[in-house]
């Protein structure tokens, strides 16, 4: 009888998957139990959000996909006297490299 095998060591994948798993629980408790931080947006003009927490159905009634598909969403959301201003003032801090 013959028998024939190859050893190969995995304990650095096994590690890393490991710290990802960790990091991205990490990740999501805080997102989900920190401070009322709904969305994530890029740090510019764009408005565009790149993460947008679950939370924000109760908050805005809307859904995490349909914030992320329109970048005015929560811009039309807001009260029409205050959207002027408080586009400018985002707006600027876009143009300054502000979170």
Known sequence: MFSQG???DVTREKTAERRL???EERYRGSSST??????LDRPDA???SVYVSPRIL???GVTPEQ???DAEL????MDPSERDAVGAS???RGDLGMP
């Open 67 to 69: 914030w992320l598909e």
């Open 74 to 77: 929560w811009l039309r959301l």
């Open 21 to 23: 798993r960790e990091a």
């Open 58 to 60: 109760g908050i805005a």
């Open 34 to 39: 920190s401070r009322p931080r709904s969305t």
């Open 46 to 48: 764009s408005m565009e």
């Open 90 to 92: 985002y707006t600027a």
């Open 6 to 8: 190859v050893m190969h």
